[in-house]
């Protein structure tokens, strides 16, 4: 349970949040220490990265950490060091390490496609924290959905997964789109009241917010609304290349996205191609990854700041 924004606050329900048992000192509670949430232990590490599969990037990423913006202030009245106020503690951040459960492949479409195997110009999916061959350690972060339109020819290639969240809380999404011609991309996000197809739509509690961006748009879209052909129905949360086929690449895009524990997540990703072909990346990490380029060669941390 989330702590008070306004007194009264307790001690047990101070410690009850962060995870303690038994008697506890609150000088044990400094800022940074057991699960008190301190950005400034996610910041970014490593050399500035500008490009991303050969496309410059519009924002810069590092091979690990940033804290995305919602979250870069929280716990700021929790000293680090020193005497603590009861009272400090009103609207408390802590850290929760996150995973993914019951993945499963809903549906997928084209013949560049890897399955649950990481493979260069593939689509494939992955999750928790999964490699990508030697190189790249923990690059699924908690889910990575790629489809690949590099097949040859004018081509359209899809992949829906659904999959729960072990946490309710603020996530970060990348949309990443790249390829060496003119074509589009779709990103959709969706909640379930179950597995498959026959659970019903369910997007309640959920959220979106552009945080950084480069080419594109973003809306919501309905089952009116879909582009045809794409095995989709319902609402989805979408980001799209100006929605149509013809947005100019390159395009990245990192979104806060709020999601519950406990609801089925689905994550669509499509990529539209001619002769050059075209590649797209969606991905699900924590607020503790913001800025962390999608081939860093670096591990990961896997936490995640929540108020819940």
């Known amino acids: 349970m989330a702590l008070a924004t306004s007194v009264p606050i307790s001690l047990t329900d101070v410690r009850d949040f962060y995870g ?3 008697s506890i000192n609150m000088t044990n509670l400094h800022k940074g220490e057991n699960n008190v949430a301190n950005p400034a232990d996610h910041a970014v590490s490593g050399s500035a ?16 950490g940033g804290v995305s913006p919602s979250f870069t202030s929280v716990n700021s009245n929790i000293p680090t060091s020193g005497s603590i106020d009861l009272t400090d503690y009103l609207s408390g951040h802590r850290i929760v390490a996150p995973s ?5 492949l809903i549906q997928t479409a084209g013949s560049n496609w890897n399955g649950a195997t990481p493979a260069s110009g593939k689509g494939f999916y992955i999750s928790n924290y999964s490699a990508f061959g030697s190189s790249y350690p923990d690059y699924a972060q908690l889910m990575t959905v790629s489809a690949s339109a590099l097949a040859g020819g004018t081509t359209t290639s899809y992949a829906e997964v659904e999959f729960t969240v072990s946490h309710t809380g603020t996530y970060v999404l990348e949309a990443n789109h790249t390829g060496n011609e003119t074509n589009g991309a779709y990103f959709f996000i969706q909640g379930r009241n179950g597995s498959g197809n026959s659970s019903a739509v369910n997007n309640s509690g959920m959220s979106m917010t552009l945080r950084e ?3 594109g748009t973003n809306a919501v879209a309905t089952s009116s ?5 794409v095995g989709l129905s319902g609402e989805y949360f979408l980001e799209s290349g100006n929605n149509t086929f013809n947005a100019s690449l390159p395009q990245f895009k990192l979104y806060e996205c709020v999601l519950p524990a406990g609801r089925y997540i689905r994550m669509y990703v499509l990529s539209t191609s001619g002769s050059a072909g075209s590649y797209a990346l969606f991905q699900l990490r924590t607020n503790c990854n913001f800025q962390r380029h ?3 060669t670096t591990s990961t941390t896997n936490a995640m700041i929540t108020q819940d």
């Open 225 to 229: 609304t879909l582009p045809s052909g």
């Open 49 to 64: 990265i500008s490009s991303s599969n050969g496309s410059t990037l519009p924002f810069t990423m590092y091979p690990n």
């Open 213 to 215: 961006s480069g080419g």
């Open 294 to 296: 999608i081939n860093s």
């Open 100 to 104: 993914v459960s019951n993945v499963g």
């Open 20 to 22: 303690l048992s038994g």
